[in-house]
């Protein structure tokens, strides 16, 4: 009973101030409006980031070794072979190592970026797993036997012959001052088809691939190798089979505890990704959520007036039987409601900006039912903490100073 009375009046006080009752909320609904936008928003970007980098690389796993200490290889292709014979849930491995060099056919010549590795090469390379468009890629026949084989990409056809149907043609590729002539045997998609007309490309780069092995016999100081790239078959898979392979290449390399082998896997530096954007995102909207503590504060300032513009009428309830605790859930009440109207009004514009800012970015807001709930108690606990003291004050009113009072 005391509680639909208290609500009546609380309402009937706020709507007969309307625009004071606005003017009080509009810090909350700014400050609620602000959270909500920037949590949904930055949500929304930091689920896009992390899932277009995870459909990337979450089943990939980083092989380095430290050789500084070591005067034999200490990663060669039998590890890699042995590695992907004995660890089931291992599909792909491959060194991606790059070098710099030139590559030319006739008159034609372009710097070129060199990928060389297993024939795996093609599944976990960064710069040469598009998909093929002419022939194939280099397989294990031409590895063991080092063949002068390499796979080009479009813009390498293009640069060098004008066209891209020129598997079994000849190029030559420099590196360190050492000259391979080697077959083309396949064409993968070029990368700067879709700028041509935009800028001048003839200055980038071009890549291409080819066995390590070829490679290493042409140029000794290449052979060598510190890192690998390993392809799982599942996500889940990560973590057992990084600790696989290490146990494995120290048992084989005799360097048990050397701590010369480290496998990471992207769901690691995905996890730091998350910590760093979640933490950019909460700072963010602690800065806007400072809106809320001003808006708190316009509600004491607004229930102090109330306080002091119904003195009499304070009396005359006191007066009349009302109790010090009815007074106090009166005007608290009334606090409440006005803190909880804003929240809701700021959430429901903080969820239409977010939805306008996401929709200009392409990306989906995060929405949780979660920060609705935690916006709306955040609202009450605003209205809670700061009419407590106008409440109070309005409580302990002397009913007959209340009555005199004009």
Same mark, same amino acid.
């Given at each position: 009973m005391f509680f639909k009375e208290n609500l009546k009046m609380a309402l009937d006080s706020i709507f007969a101030n309307k625009m004071r009752s606005f003017l009080t909320m509009l810090g909350i609904i700014i400050g609620i409006s602000s959270v909500i936008a920037i949590l949904s928003v930055g949500n929304g970007a930091a689920s896009e980031i992390t899932g277009t980098f995870s459909d990337l690389g979450a089943t990939t796993i980083s092989l380095s070794a430290d050789d500084s200490e070591q005067t034999a290889d200490v990663l060669t292709n039998e590890d890699l072979n042995v590695l992907k014979e004995s660890i089931d849930e291992v599909r792909y491995i491959s060194p991606d190592e790059q070098t710099q060099g030139t590559v030319s056919s006739g008159d034609n010549s372009?710097?070129?970026?060199?990928?060389?590795?297993?024939?795996?090469?093609?599944?976990?390379?960064?710069?040469?797993?598009?998909s093929l468009i002419e022939g194939r890629y280099f397989n294990q026949i031409d590895f063991d036997e080092s063949a002068n084989v390499v796979v080009i990409d479009e813009d390498t056809a293009e640069a060098l012959f004008e066209r891209t149907d020129v598997v079994g043609e000849s190029v030559k590729v420099t590196v360190a001052q050492?000259?391979?002539? +080697?077959? &083309?045997? *396949? $064409?993968?998609?070029?990368?700067?088809?879709?700028?041509?007309?935009a800028f001048d490309t003839s200055e980038l780069p071009v890549f291409l691939a080819l066995p390590n092995s070829t490679m290493g016999s042409?140029?000794?100081?290449?052979?060598?190798?510190?890192?690998?790239?390993?392809?799982?078959?599942?996500?889940?898979?990560?973590?057992?089979?990084?600790?696989?392979?290490v146990r494995l290449l120290e048992l084989r390399n005799n360097a048990v505890g050397d701590n010369i082998y480290t496998a990471t896997n992207f769901l690691q530096a995905l996890d730091q990704v998350n910590n760093v954007l979640g933490l950019f995102i909460n700072f963010i909207a602690a800065v806007a959520g400072i809106? +809320?503590? &001003?808006? *708190? $504060?316009?509600?004491?300032?607004?229930?102090?007036?109330?306080?002091t513009e119904r003195t009499r009428e304070i009396g005359t309830r006191k007066a009349?039987?009302?109790?010090?605790?009815?007074?106090?859930?009166?005007?608290?009440?009334?606090?409440?409601?006005?803190?909880?109207?804003g929240g809701v009004i700021g959430l429901t514009l903080g969820i239409l900006l977010a939805n306008v800012i996401a929709g200009a970015l392409d990306i989906v807001p995060d929405i949780t039912l979660s920060s609705v709930i935690l916006v709306l108690l955040f609202s009450t606990a605003v209205g809670v903490f700061f009419g407590i003291y106008p409440a109070r004050k309005a409580a302990k009113l002397d009913p007959i100073e209340a009555l005199r009072y004009e």
């Open positions: 372009r710097q070129a970026v060199i990928s060389y590795g297993t024939p795996d090469l093609q599944y976990v390379s960064q710069a040469m797993s598009s050492t000259s391979l002539n +080697l077959r &083309v045997v *396949g $064409i993968v998609e070029g990368r700067f088809g879709d700028m041509q007309g042409a140029i000794p100081q290449l052979s060598g190798m510190n890192s690998a790239t390993v392809e799982v078959e599942e996500t889940d898979q990560i973590e057992p089979v990084s600790d696989k392979i809106a +809320l503590l &001003v808006g *708190g $504060i316009g509600v004491m300032n607004i229930m102090l007036v109330s306080v009349l039987g009302a109790t010090t605790n009815t007074i106090l859930a009166q005007f608290l009440m009334e606090s409440v409601i006005l803190s909880l109207i």
